[in-house]
């Protein structure tokens, strides 16, 4: 079992930067293919990006690519999303999910993740 434990997230301007984290707790995480998700009022909850147990292979929904980047640190039990070139309408709340497979399949579908964290909220003003 894994914990998980989001926080970066705050209001930013359009255009700019944040810096998402999530820190995990419990066994074994290098274990774990880790998501990035994220939920806007009225909305279903969205896959934003994925990175392997090792590191080696991510996946993002291409409302994000080439502006969000996902890396994870097994030494650390963290896993990071860089946010660049925000929009209003990224504005949502980020989650951090942890699924428990090797391999580098692409699970874009929250029902595949089995532990999830609270949540961070994630402000782009225009």
């Known amino acids: 079992q894994v914990q998980l434990v989001e926080s970066g997230g705050g209001l930013v301007q359009a255009g700019g930067s944040l810096r998402l984290s999530c820190a995990a707790s419990g066994r074994a995480f290098s274990s774990y293919t880790m998501g990035w998700f994220r939920q806007a009022p009225g909305n279903e909850r969205e896959f934003v990006a994925q990175i392997s147990w090792s590191g080696d292979s991510t996946y993002y929904a291409n409302s994000v690519k080439g502006r969000f980047a996902i890396s994870r640190d097994n030494a650390k039990n963290t896993v990071n999303l860089q946010m660049n070139s925000l929009k209003p309408e990224d504005t949502a709340v980020y989650y951090c999910?942890?699924?428990?497979?090797?391999?580098?399949?692409?699970?874009?579908?929250?029902?595949?993740?089995?532990?999830w964290g609270q949540g961070t909220q994630v402000t782009v003003s225009s």
């Open positions: 999910a942890a699924l428990q497979a090797y391999g580098s399949t692409w699970y874009p579908n929250r029902r595949s993740y089995d532990y």
